[in-house]
């Protein structure tokens, strides 16, 4: 690891931009074992923007957690996070109330959900063009 990569963010040394922790579940693109003890590492940021939209989808169709503070709430729960701060920076982004119901299958709504929660959880803006193509790639390996 450079000195340079050493000063990048956690989630961003571990092209795991959301901070997935580390679980039983298995993403496409993840390196196994993790050299993090705590989180998930990716091949590349566009196979760690393909998780988050895979956890997403999983929340939004599974668990039937439909509006951007259901989940938010489960994604980053108050024992860990400010969560209402950080579910006002993610509904802010896409101009949504916190309890409207997500437009799941809209890509640009997606995009810039998962580019407000690297955001918060990196304290940097999203690379847009690595969200994108973690976009496509979950897009062309659908869970």
Same mark, same amino acid.
């Given at each position: 690891?450079?000195?340079?990569?050493?000063?990048?963010?956690?989630?961003?040394?571990?092209?795991?931009?959301?901070?997935?922790? &580390?679980?039983?579940?298995? /993403?496409? @693109?993840? &390196?196994?074992?993790?050299?993090?003890?705590a989180f998930k590492q990716f091949e590349s940021m566009?196979?760690?923007?393909?998780?988050?939209?895979?956890?997403?989808?999983? /929340?939004?169709?599974?668990?039937?957690?439909k509006t951007i503070r259901q989940i938010i709430s489960? /994604?980053?729960?108050?024992?860990?996070?400010?969560?209402?701060?950080?579910?006002?920076?993610?509904?802010?982004?896409?101009?949504?109330?916190?309890?409207?119901?997500?437009?799941?299958?809209?890509?640009?709504?997606?995009?810039?959900?998962?580019?407000?929660?690297?955001?918060?959880?990196? @304290?940097?803006?999203?690379?847009?063009?690595?969200?994108?193509? @973690?976009?496509?790639?979950?897009?062309?390996?659908?869970?």
């Amino acid at each position: 690891m450079t000195n340079a990569t050493k000063l990048l963010p956690r989630g961003l040394r571990n092209c795991n931009p959301c901070n997935i922790r &580390i679980s039983k579940t298995k /993403y496409l @693109g993840e &390196i196994v074992p993790s050299q993090d003890r705590a989180f998930k590492q990716f091949e590349s940021m566009d196979w760690g923007y393909r998780a988050v939209f895979v956890l997403l989808h999983h /929340y939004y169709h599974k668990r039937g957690l439909k509006t951007i503070r259901q989940i938010i709430s489960r /994604y980053a729960p108050p024992v860990e996070n400010s969560t209402e701060s950080y579910i006002c920076t993610v509904a802010a982004a896409v101009d949504l109330s916190p309890d409207d119901i997500v437009p799941f299958e809209d890509r640009e709504t997606m995009i810039l959900i998962v580019s407000a929660m690297s955001k918060v959880e990196n @304290g940097t803006p999203a690379v847009i063009t690595d969200v994108i193509a @973690g976009w496509e790639l979950f897009q062309k390996h659908k869970p």
